[in-house]
């Protein structure tokens, strides 16, 4: 584990709050586990902020960083409160790290037991006049605060003080996590290798007559063989109209001949996500009307891909996508140039929504949907609407584009059913972006080759 890196975390954010409030203290817990059913758990996810600044991945933890300014520079001590070791329990549940190890393993400079965490935040909160958390997170949450509050407050005749700022912890780690940095980038790009693989496999073994749940079961091989502990979110895997869906999961529905497929898949790998969607022909080979709306999606991604570049903002790629989207379902006569009159009157309307309802990026990083604004953080609160955030080096977007054609009596018979998104992994870099999930092909001759020579 390269503890250095969650170090430096800690260190920026302790200085976010020095240069905020002149110091303070910081609260960020890991995410409870789940009950499934009875004795079952749901597998455990840790909390992403939390694994963020501490790399530690045991449930029942809580991160305390106490910020104590001065003058001209401040001090940071970072607290870990860990499920302490328990012989018995660890025959159960596996090896938990301790707090006795957790300094050296984790280079944190305190831990503590975590049933010492209530008693000892009495302590630290002493005399602190700001403190960080996450606002009106759970009832849980309020009430532990508010038992810690107390213990301070009860020390009042002592002359010490409770804290009297409470500001929000997300909002300085989040800006921090739409930043990736090195360690991160190497990771993502390793996530979107194996997700590709994973899109490969179930284009290679597809064949009409099996069932969605079977190509699931591919992408998961495929994920787990290659050493990701998950998927980011649960699958889609989506036969002939369910294509239109747009949250549908693997179900048991037949994969048809002549019908398409959708899948939109991506593995864990090391606590980040990946995020990809590819749509194939179930039989390899795609009809004339398929062919038509998915050249028009690869051809918005592209133009989108073109604008992911910075200092463009996060709407600049989506409204280029929009365009071509727009102009293809003109040229389809999809959507009718008679009456909508131009194409600029089509994407004013909204006419396209249609078939096409869903925004072409969101951030993307530990957490599928990232973290982070989409608008910039201006000074002037009296705006309206804040501009849309200016796209930087090192921050990472999905650009997905898609086409949705349900069964109407106004559209032609031939489209009906037709569901197509394409979707990529993008790093900003400093002259445009990096496509990181490109191991799986997106042009639909090449998509047909794979599966032929299956
Ligand atoms: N897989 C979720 C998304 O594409 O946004
Ligand atoms: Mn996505
Ligand atoms: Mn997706």
């Known amino acids: 584990m390269n503890k250095t890196i969650y170090q430096e975390r800690r260190n920026a954010l302790a200085k976010l709050i020095y240069t905020k409030t002149g110091g303070g203290i910081a609260v960020i817990s890991t995410a409870p ?32 960083i106490v910020v ?10 970072s607290h870990l409160f860990c499920r302490p070791k328990d012989p018995e329990r660890e025959i ?5 790290l301790g707090p006795e190890a957790a300094p050296t393993m984790l280079g944190i400079e ?29 009832a849980e949450a309020d009430r532990r605060l508010r038992h810690w509050m107390k213990q301070v407050r009860g020390q009042g005749r002592s002359g010490i003080n409770p804290p009297s700022e409470f500001h929000d912890v997300e909002a300085l780690i989040h ?35 099996m069932r969605e749940y079977q190509l699931e079961a591919e992408l998961l091989h495929e994920f787990r063989n290659s050493g990701a502990q998950s998927v980011a979110y649960n699958s889609i895997v989506a036969g002939g109209a369910n294509s239109c869906i747009l949250h549908y999961r ?56 073109a604008m992911a570049r910075p200092g463009n903002t996060f709407m600049q790629p989506h409204e280029a996508a929009l365009t071509v989207l727009t102009q293809g379902l003109l040229d389809e006569n999809l959507l009718k140039l008679s009456e909508l009159g131009s194409l600029e009157n089509a994407i004013e309307t909204g006419a396209y929504r249609r078939f096409y309802m869903h925004r072409t990026s969101h951030w993307l990083g530990m957490d599928v949907h990232d973290v982070g604004s989409y608008r910039e953080h201006t000074e002037n609160s009296l705006q309206e609407e804040k501009p849309w955030r200016i796209l930087k080096r090192d921050m990472v977007i999905t650009i997905e584009p898609g086409l949705y054609i349900r069964p109407a009596d106004d559209i032609d018979a031939a489209f009906w059913n037709i569901g197509i998104r394409i979707e990529d992994d993008a790093v900003i870099n400093d002259s445009g972006c990096e496509l990181i999930s490109r191991g799986v092909p997106v042009n639909a001759d090449e998509i047909e080759a794979i599966m032929k020579n299956a």
């Open 33 to 64: 586990e789940l009950a499934r059913n009875r004795d079952s758990e749901f597998p455990y996810r840790h909390d992403s902020d939390f694994f963020y600044l501490t790399g530690f991945e045991e449930p029942g933890a809580s991160l305390v």
């Open 68 to 77: 104590k300014g001065g003058d001209k520079t401040h001090q940071v001590q």
């Open 92 to 96: 159960w549940d596996g090896i938990r």
């Open 110 to 138: 305190y831990a503590h037991s975590n049933q010492e965490l209530d008693h000892k935040l009495g302590e630290l909160l002493a005399n602190q006049d700001a403190i960080y958390i996450r606002l009106a997170e759970s």
């Open 175 to 209: 800006e921090m996590r739409l930043f990736k940095d090195e360690h991160e980038i190497d990771i993502m790009r390793r996530a979107a290798a194996i997700s590709a693989r994973a899109h490969i496999r179930a284009m290679q073994i597809c064949r009409p007559g």
């Open 250 to 305: 693997a179900g048991s529905t037949e994969l048809r001949n002549g019908e398409l497929c959708l899948i939109d898949a991506g593995c864990e790998l090391d606590g980040y996500a990946s995020d990809i969607t590819r749509t194939f022909p179930v039989n390899g080979k795609f009809t004339g009307p398929q062919r038509a709306l998915y050249d028009i999606t690869l051809a918005a991604q592209e133009a989108a891909i």
